[in-house]
């Protein structure tokens, strides 16, 4: 990987500051003391250091923090050129690192997405997607990619293929609702080609009505593969078009305070045709997010090969601080992958799995590849750590930093067996989206400790947070954050007793710090610190007094990555360099953008749920059906309130 003129010279200052910090005190440093480019000051900072917890002021230079202490202090290495920032009292933290995302290969994709992220309406979530329908041209679709669950709306269900067929009679509309099920109106299945005679594809179920005719909706049983070959059937953006999706996707994450990922490879993500655009950026220096990334698989029974064929061209670490290489995962075969849907039961793994494991283990193993595996079930977990195990005997997996993602049922003896070894669990939120469909399978009394993550932390595993994002959930990291403190999902069942919750510090610690060890960085970033990467956050409310069902609600108003400003909102919205519009004009990104704040996700559902009270039928009405959602979703112009009908806001149309 080719380091860009700007990072060489970075990181040689950086070097030559972090051991001058190293041998000198404050008082010796005199006029050699290394002027700041950065100095932030009047904040509250949490640093994360355990020995320097409460400074007052920070200094950068170089892309690393030179300076963490008093305002005088930090102040003395100020010069002509430096620029001082005034935090306002708002609270600073070490940036986000996100242990578990797919941010590549949804950069290629997040500007032809209308993002239901946060929307609390099934009302609201049919007026945006009407709104997109309109603006879309031919042969575009208009989909909505993951990221929400029917959990989180006010009606609680997903919408109709009716209403679909209402809004977008022409349109093709794909709706992937987590990775149990898509739903496609009229012109989707046109599009596909999906007829009566078409066969399910093996891993899915084409629904069917009584005629035989495929009905919109597909099920992923017992795997989601049909999910992904009827994605990848639509128009994808032109290469300049995704350059431009995946920088409008890293500055989004950015607005919430990401400043790291670690890329679980994905679905559909080939090697290294699907990373080229990432890797032009990187050699561009327009990167605004870290990445380390995984290279996961993309067929059955060629993974083997598919490794062999890495190993000898790609080294873990391989890269720079930007953008670098992390090993294997999340799936190392597919069948060891336990596809999750907690709506159905769990799938049983095939009795090839052991060898087709241990054989790619054994050259991982040897090779001193980091890995990660998908693994939901505790069923998995024991069988893949008997392979671990028996490998382990003769390629001992020391300093090979190992992990299993996800464990939502992983027992507490394989969290020892997982110590034992020294391997790690990554945990990301995927019940804050399907904690009621666990609960209805398994029952309230195992949801409790689903994931176990208290009792991970206790036994001594390293734990890092994510999120799985696209895809089955949100990119959002307060939600998780708001979920490893409260124990809540979206819909706001209460899953966790205090036993499995985390107390704020420690959560922060899982998306910061901790995350270090699952890119093999630790002491590189994660804290406030002398010597480390200066990625920070300043946070929109105070992530330490804020009630705690308003952490999902927190943003970032500034983001710096490596001491550069990559996000400005609110008093700071001038300081980040500006970027292209969202391409193409009609880009969903340009008129709703990404993650729907919840006070702006909600203020159409509420205009709307007055109207209905206004109406004939706000009660009960059992002639009529009151159904709003299909109203505002309807041909009719039921959502403009200047019209007849809209100043009713009724689909019944009972007056």
């Known amino acids: 990987m080719r380091l860009t003129r700007r990072q060489l010279g970075a990181a040689a200052v950086a070097s030559a500051a972090t051991g001058f910090f190293g041998r000198h005190s404050k008082a010796q440093q005199g006029e050699n003391a290394p002027i700041a480019d950065t100095i932030l000051v009047n904040g509250r900072f949490t640093t994360l250091d355990r020995a320097n917890s409460n400074p007052e002021a920070v200094a950068i230079q170089g892309g690393r923090f030179i300076g963490v202490g008093s305002e005088q202090g930090v102040r003395a290495l100020s010069g002509t050129k430096t620029r001082v920032i005034n935090l306002n009292g708002r609270r600073a933290i070490p940036g986000l690192i996100d242990s578990h995302t797919h941010l590549i290969r949804g950069g290629l994709n997040y500007n032809m997405e209308l993002r239901w992220d946060g ?14 329908v309109d603006r879309t041209p031919a042969p575009q679709w208009v989909r909505v990619v993951g990221g929400f669950t029917l959990h989180q709306f006010d009606e609680k269900r997903l919408p109709t293929i009716e209403e679909l067929n209402a809004i977008a009679p022409d ?38 009505d009584a005629k035989g005719n495929p009905t919109g909706l597909l099920l992923a049983r ?59 950026l ?7 997010v870290r990445i380390a990334y995984n290279l996961l698989p993309q067929k059955p029974k060629e993974e083997l090969a598919d ?33 999750e849907d907690f709506q159905f039961e769990r799938p049983d793994l095939p009795t090839n799995m052991e060898g087709d494991l241990e054989r790619v283990v054994r050259l991982l193993a040897e090779n001193r590849w980091p890995w990660r595996m998908h693994a939901t079930y505790d069923e998995t977990i024991t069988r893949a750590l008997d392979v671990f195990e028996k490998v382990s005997r003769d390629v001992p997996f020391e300093n090979i930093h190992w992990l299993f993602d996800h464990a939502e049922t992983v027992s507490d003896r394989n969290i020892d067996r997982i110590a034992a070894l020294g391997g790690g669990i990554a945990v990301q939120h995927r019940m804050v989206y399907q904690g009621e469909d666990f609960v209805a399978r398994y029952g309230a009394k195992a949801a409790e400790t689903s994931p176990p993550i208290r009792r991970m932390l206790d036994k001594g595993v390293k734990v890092g947070a994510g999120t799985d994002a696209t895809r089955v959930a949100s990119y959002n990291p307060w939600v998780s954050l708001a979920w490893l403190v409260t124990g809540k999902t979206v819909g706001g069942l209460s899953l966790y007793p205090a036993s499995n919750r985390l ?37 929109s409310d105070d992530y330490f007094a804020v009630a705690d069902d308003k952490i999902q609600d927190i943003t970032a108003v500034l983001t710096l990555l490596g001491g550069e400003v990559v996000h400005g909102g609110d008093e700071f919205v001038g300081l980040a360099p500006p970027i292209p519009a969202a391409m193409p004009d009609w880009s969903p990104v340009r008129k709703f953008g990404g993650y729907q704040e919840r006070a702006a996700a909600s203020s159409l559902g509420t205009k709307y749920a007055s109207l209905a009270v206004a109406c004939g039928c706000a009660s009960a009405c059992g002639v009529h059906a009151h159904n709003h ?24 149309w009972a007056i």
């Open 171 to 208: 349109t093709p509309v794909f709706i992937l609702h987590l990775y149990d099920r898509a739903i496609l109106n009229a012109a989707a299945l046109r599009v596909v080609g999906y007829t009566k005679d078409t066969p399910n594809p093996p891993g899915g179920e084409i629904v069917r």
């Open 222 to 280: 017992p795997n989601a593969t049909i999910l992904y070959a009827t994605l990848a059937k639509g128009p994808k953006l032109p290469p300049e078009y995704q350059k431009n999706s995946t920088r409008q996707f890293m500055r989004e994450v950015n607005r919430l305070g990401i400043t790291s990922v670690i890329d679980a490879g994905g679905g559909g993500q080939q090697y290294p045709d699907d990373y080229r655009i990432v890797e032009e």
């Open 629 to 652: 959602a299909g109203a505002y979703a309807s041909p009719a112009p039921a959502a403009d309130e200047a019209t007849f009908w809209g100043a009713f806001g009724c689909s019944c």
């Open 503 to 539: 107390d704020r510090e420690t959560a922060l610690r899982l998306w910061t710090v901790d995350n270090t060890w699952f890119s093999t960085e630790e002491g590189k970033k994660g804290e406030i610190k002398v010597g480390q990467l200066a990625d920070l956050a300043v946070l």
């Open 119 to 132: 929307v609390r309406s099934l009302s609201h979530a049919l007026a945006m997607l009407r709104e997109q």
């Open 282 to 288: 990187h050699e561009e220096g327009l990167l605004t």
């Open 307 to 339: 490794f062999t064929t890495w190993s000898k061209q790609v080294t873990p670490g391989q890269g720079d601080e930007s953008y670098r290489h992390n090993g294997a995962g999340e799936v190392l075969v597919y069948s060891a992958a336990d596809f």
